[in-house]
């Protein structure tokens, strides 16, 4: 009677120590949060009102990025120009712009995340290197130039997430970063990332630690067959998925993918990134299963927190986007509807 009474105390103990361990694992795991339903928000010359916000909501849009830019003439180049030297800056991308879009949103429900981001004639920032280590500590002072005053406008018009940087691959080893994070979390109170290219650099980020969200530029290549179904492409997505996950795990910072879209062409799916050329055949069923194989394959993993959508136009362009990244109008905004708002 003893030892069985001895027994059954040491079996509930066993399961009091198992569910100790189980609420300490909850414990160290990424917290519950709601996930990011975003946009790409164009910012345009013309100046936006509540309707253009309804749109959106009506997808069950809960999230915009918004992206002014700085000009760098070349990848070596030392000198940034950013809307303070600039004379007539687009509305949609000058900081007046910005507060009232930023407002007009949040007066819907609708988040911000700020992402400014450089410009680099017949490039892109992921190429951006220095010649020096003095060259490579003056470019870091025109950046800091260009954005520490954004980091302040994200402050003063209350956006909830601000992005460090954009695909900056070359930069991202350079010892000014902690520093430069410092600075921004002095002027700005909210959460902050850095959207990596999806190509090796979120791999190679060595500062997540010091940010919120792990940011990914998600264009990674899924198939390499024009009009792919919808099986291949979610099969496409089993590499760059186990890479992420992998990431995830080393710094415990969910993953938050900061630009996705697909043109509506054949080979959309293919590169993902490359811009749309003019005249290009339409497929509007490819890039409605690129949105499917996304939503069905990677939005359920508990580790992607949200996802920006590669982009919106407040205004519709006077010229065609039938091949352009824009899902308005088209297959893949009934998609996007279905998960934002149905589900």
């Not at 994070?181 to 979120?202: C, D, M, V, W």
Request: hydrophobic share 40%; net charge positive; proline share 6%.
């Amino acid at each position: 009677m003893h030892s069985g009474k001895v027994y059954i105390a040491l079996i509930v103990l066993s399961f009091t120590t198992l569910g100790l361990f189980l609420t300490n694992a909850k414990t160290e795991s990424i917290p519950f949060e709601e996930k990011q339903k975003g946009v790409c928000w164009v910012g345009l010359p013309k100046a936006i009102g509540d309707s253009q916000i309804v749109d959106i909501k009506n997808l069950g849009v809960s999230w915009i990025s918004q992206t002014p830019f700085g000009w760098q003439r070349t990848l070596s180049d030392t000198t940034i120009r950013w809307e303070s030297s600039s004379e007539n800056p687009w509305w949609g991308e000058s900081k007046r712009g910005i507060a009232i879009t930023t407002e007009l949103a949040r007066n819907r429900g609708i988040r911000t995340l700020l992402k400014p981001h450089i410009w680099v004639r017949n490039s892109w920032p992921g190429a951006i290197e220095m010649n020096s280590d003095a060259e490579w500590k003056a470019w870091f002072r025109q950046y800091e130039n260009f954005i520490l005053p954004y980091a302040a406008l994200a402050d003063s018009s209350g956006v909830e997430i601000f992005c460090i940087g954009t695909e900056l691959h070359q930069t991202v080893m350079r010892p000014e970063w902690p520093l430069l994070i410092k600075k921004i979390r002095n002027i700005y109170k909210g959460k902050l990332t850095y959207a990596a290219n999806f190509s090796g650099e979120f791999e190679d980020v060595p500062f997540w630690n010091e940010l919120d969200y792990i940011g990914v530029q998600a264009y990674f290549p899924l198939t390499s067959s024009k009009e792919p179904g919808l099986q291949e492409l979610e099969r496409g997505w089993n590499e760059p998925m186990a890479r992420m996950e992998k990431v995830f795990k080393k710094f415990r910072k969910p993953i938050l993918f900061t630009e996705l879209g697909y043109k509506s062409t054949p080979d959309a799916a293919i590169e993902p990134w490359r811009w749309p050329e003019r005249q290009e055949v339409v497929s509007m069923e490819t890039q409605a299963n690129c949105y499917r194989a996304f939503f069905h394959k990677v939005w359920p993993q508990e580790w992607i927190v949200g996802v920006y959508f590669w982009k919106w136009y407040p205004h519709r362009p006077k010229h065609s986007t039938e091949g352009d990244f824009t899902p308005q109008g088209k297959p893949a905004e009934e998609v996007l509807k279905n998960w934002f708002a149905k589900r």
